[in-house]
C-alpha cells in the first residue's frame, strides 16, 4: 500500500489484548488490536533503515465464543451494561436452568433500582430462595421489556462485527491517504486471520463519518443486515 505520494506503507501489529471467556475485574468482553502504520525514512546510503510511525488504528469487537459465555443471556448482558450486579453474576454457571434458588435470589438482591425496589417491597422483604421461584417468571418478563431491544441491538452490532474504535494520523501525513490505507489493511487483515469483514461503527466521529463517506463514493463499501462493510476486492 503505498501514500498519494507514492510512499511504501508498512504495518505493524502491537500486542492485543483478548477478551476472558471468564468474568474478570475489568469485566471487558471486547478483543482489541493495535496496528502502527509508518513510512521508511529517507537514510544516507550504506545506513540502516529507519521507519517513522504515520499512523494509529485500533479495531475490536466481541467473539462468539466470548458472547456465548459472558453475554449469553438479559442478566448476564444487564452486568457488562452497568448493573450493580457483577459479583452475583460471576457466581452463575453458564446455562440459566442451572442456577440455583440460592444464586437467583442473590441476583435479584443485588439488582439496580426498579428490580430491587419493586421485587423486595422497597427492601422491607428481600428475596429469599424460598420465594424467589414463584416470581422468578415475572422478574425475567421484566428485565426482558427493559434490556430486551437493547440486548438485541447490542448483539448485532458487536458479535463479530469488528469496527474501527480508535485512528489517527500524523499531521505532517494528512491528506496523504494514510487513513484510507490503513482501513484498507485491517479490513483485509481481519479477514484473512478471521474471516470476518470490518464494519462502520455505528457512533463515529465526524472525520470517521467523511472517511466512510470517502471510501463509499470510491465504491470501496458494501451493505448488508449488519451495516456496512468495507470490500476485500478493492484494487
Do not use: C
Given at each position: 500500500m503505498l501514500t498519494k505520494d507514492g510512499q511504501k506503507l508498512y504495518f505493524l501489529e502491537k500486542e492485543?489484548?483478548?477478551?476472558?471467556?471468564?468474568?474478570?475485574?475489568?469485566?471487558?468482553?471486547?478483543?482489541?488490536?493495535?496496528?502502527?502504520?509508518?513510512i521508511q525514512k529517507t537514510t544516507e546510503q550504506d545506513t540502516p533503515t529507519e521507519y517513522m510511525t504515520v499512523g494509529y488504528i485500533k479495531i475490536g469487537w466481541i467473539?462468539?465464543?466470548?458472547?456465548?459465555?459472558?453475554?449469553?443471556?438479559?442478566?448476564?448482558?444487564?452486568?457488562?451494561?452497568g448493573w450493580t450486579i457483577a459479583e452475583a453474576v460471576n457466581q452463575l454457571p453458564h446455562d440459566m436452568k442451572d442456577w440455583t434458588a440460592e444464586q437467583k435470589a442473590a441476583l435479584v438482591n443485588a439488582?439496580?433500582?426498579?428490580?430491587?425496589?419493586?421485587?423486595?417491597?422497597?427492601?422491607?422483604?428481600?428475596?429469599?430462595?424460598?420465594n424467589v421461584d414463584a416470581i422468578w417468571e415475572n422478574i425475567n418478563k421484566s428485565l426482558k421489556a427493559k434490556l430486551g431491544g437493547k440486548y438485541k441491538k447490542f448483539k448485532m452490532f458487536n458479535m463479530d462485527r469488528p469496527i474501527v474504535d480508535y485512528i489517527s494520523t500524523e499531521k505532517s501525513m494528512l491528506r496523504q491517504h494514510v487513513g484510507l490505507a490503513m482501513y484498507q489493511f485491517v479490513a483485509k487483515w481481519v479477514n484473512d486471520k478471521f474471516g470476518?469483514?470490518?464494519?462502520?461503527?455505528?457512533?463515529?466521529?465526524?472525520?470517521?463519518?467523511?472517511?466512510?463517506?470517502?471510501?463509499?463514493?470510491?465504491?470501496?463499501?458494501?451493505?448488508?443486515?449488519?451495516?456496512?462493510?468495507?470490500?476485500?476486492?478493492i484494487a
Amino acid at each position: 500500500m503505498l501514500t498519494k505520494d507514492g510512499q511504501k506503507l508498512y504495518f505493524l501489529e502491537k500486542e492485543p489484548k483478548y477478551a476472558n471467556s471468564i468474568f474478570d475485574q475489568s469485566n471487558s468482553i471486547w478483543d482489541q488490536y493495535w496496528f502502527e502504520a509508518l513510512i521508511q525514512k529517507t537514510t544516507e546510503q550504506d545506513t540502516p533503515t529507519e521507519y517513522m510511525t504515520v499512523g494509529y488504528i485500533k479495531i475490536g469487537w466481541i467473539r462468539k465464543s466470548v458472547w456465548n459465555t459472558r453475554a449469553s443471556n438479559l442478566w448476564h448482558f444487564a452486568s457488562i451494561s452497568g448493573w450493580t450486579i457483577a459479583e452475583a453474576v460471576n457466581q452463575l454457571p453458564h446455562d440459566m436452568k442451572d442456577w440455583t434458588a440460592e444464586q437467583k435470589a442473590a441476583l435479584v438482591n443485588a439488582a439496580d433500582g426498579y428490580f430491587h425496589w419493586y421485587y423486595t417491597q422497597g427492601g422491607q422483604n428481600p428475596i429469599t430462595p424460598e420465594n424467589v421461584d414463584a416470581i422468578w417468571e415475572n422478574i425475567n418478563k421484566s428485565l426482558k421489556a427493559k434490556l430486551g431491544g437493547k440486548y438485541k441491538k447490542f448483539k448485532m452490532f458487536n458479535m463479530d462485527r469488528p469496527i474501527v474504535d480508535y485512528i489517527s494520523t500524523e499531521k505532517s501525513m494528512l491528506r496523504q491517504h494514510v487513513g484510507l490505507a490503513m482501513y484498507q489493511f485491517v479490513a483485509k487483515w481481519v479477514n484473512d486471520k478471521f474471516g470476518l469483514h470490518l464494519y462502520a461503527s455505528d457512533t463515529q466521529t465526524d472525520t470517521a463519518e467523511f472517511t466512510w463517506k470517502k471510501m463509499e463514493e470510491m465504491g470501496w463499501v458494501v451493505y448488508n443486515k449488519k451495516g456496512k462493510y468495507i470490500r476485500l476486492d478493492i484494487a
